[in-house]
């Protein structure tokens, strides 16, 4: 799948390495979830595992044709790991 860097989405990143968030995105296991962005715009999350193994969750959204933008990318939160530990689990 195509991904592109929507580039103020690339300038806000903390602490997290555009390759970590390609990583994650192109993970063999990764989870794909629906979700609202905080302005109320659906978007898809991607939670999945860089390959050093850091729990990311990638949000992105379907442009016209095979493109998915990047919009942002943040750490797991322990909550969210706990649950994505058992997703793994059962694939």
Do not use: K, N
Request: hydrophobic share 45%; charged share 25%.
């Amino acid at each position: 799948m195509p991904y592109e860097w929507e580039e103020w989405a690339l300038a806000a990143l903390l602490g997290i390495e555009p390759r970590e968030v390609r990583q994650a995105l192109e993970a063999r296991r990764r989870w794909p979830r629906r979700a609202v962005s905080a302005t109320g715009v659906p978007v898809l999350t991607v939670w999945g595992r860089t390959a050093a193994g850091r729990p990311l969750i990638v949000a992105v959204y379907h442009t016209a044709g095979h493109t998915w933008r990047i919009i942002g990318a943040r750490d797991m939160t322990d909550a969210e790991l706990v649950e994505f530990s058992r997703w793994e689990e059962t694939r």
